[in-house]
């Protein structure tokens, strides 16, 4: 534990988050609520020690069970699509939560974030992670996101961190008239896909080309 805090203080240094954040910008992303938010978070602390020195690459990374962090740049556009339709987003549900991370930028940005992830020790890693940074307005359910989580429904936004070929049609039942879900989508080739609830259907966006680990069955 000493060495991680000792070796983190140049490796994850304020500067170096700063130096994110000027990518980040620089890629386009404009929300500076979200900046602010991303420069805040200690993306270093959600993963392994020996990979913390490299947390504010511009690059996905290993969290173990043959998943991964989202780069920060994805982090940041997903919140960015999700907040531009939807300012003041009281509910999020949020599919995969792996790690954690995005589940920390999304509950700096919004009133509560309810949480689901399938393999069991990300689950309870995460939840002990985001506790000990404090975040409070955050649920967790151990589930497979196929479901949704019907207790708490509709959602303002839902947002997917694994790919499904297809939407689950309880995700879109689940979501509010003028609700957002942000998520990537299809097998080989995936897109980002921002989908707007409306009173009468849906409407959808298809943006970039993005790659993502496969939305599963079941849990683990
Ligand atoms: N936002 C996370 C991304 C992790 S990778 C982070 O930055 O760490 C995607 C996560 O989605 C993995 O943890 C994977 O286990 C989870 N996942 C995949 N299919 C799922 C499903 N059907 N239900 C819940 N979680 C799922």
Redesign the pocket.
């Known amino acids: 534990m000493m060495s991680l805090s000792v070796q983190g203080m140049g490796m994850t240094s304020l500067r170096t988050r700063e130096r994110m954040i000027k990518r980040l910008s620089e890629q386009g992303i404009k929300n500076k609520r979200l900046l602010e938010v991303m420069r805040d978070t200690p993306r270093h602390i ?1 993963m392994d020690e020996a990979l913390s020195s490299r947390a504010y690459e511009d690059t996905s990374l290993p ?1 173990g ?1 043959n ?4 780069q920060p740049y994805i ?1 940041a556009k997903m919140t960015e699509l999700l907040l531009e339709t939807h300012p003041l987003v009281g509910k999020v549900l949020e ?8 589940t920390a930028i999304l509950a700096q940005l919004v009133d509560h974030v309810y949480s ?4 069991l020790p ?1 689950h309870k890693k995460a939840q002990q992670d985001l506790w000990d940074l404090k975040h409070k307005n955050i649920s967790y359910l151990y ?4 479901l949704g989580w019907p207790d708490y429904a509709p959602y303002d936004a839902i947002i997917a ?2 790919a499904p070929v297809e939407i689950p049609p309880q995700l879109l039942q689940q979501l509010a008239i003028g609700g957002v879900m942000v998520l990537p989508l299809g097998a080989g080739q995936q897109n980002l896909q921002r989908i707007t609830r409306t009173e009468t259907g849906f409407d959808i966006e298809k943006l970039e080309a993005v790659t ?6 079941g849990k683990e």
């Open positions: 959600f969290i069970y998943q991964t962090i989202s982090v599919i995969g939560t792996g790690c954690g991370y995005q689901i992830e399938r393999i990300l589930g497979d996101g196929h961190t694994a993502f680990v496969p939305f599963l069955t």
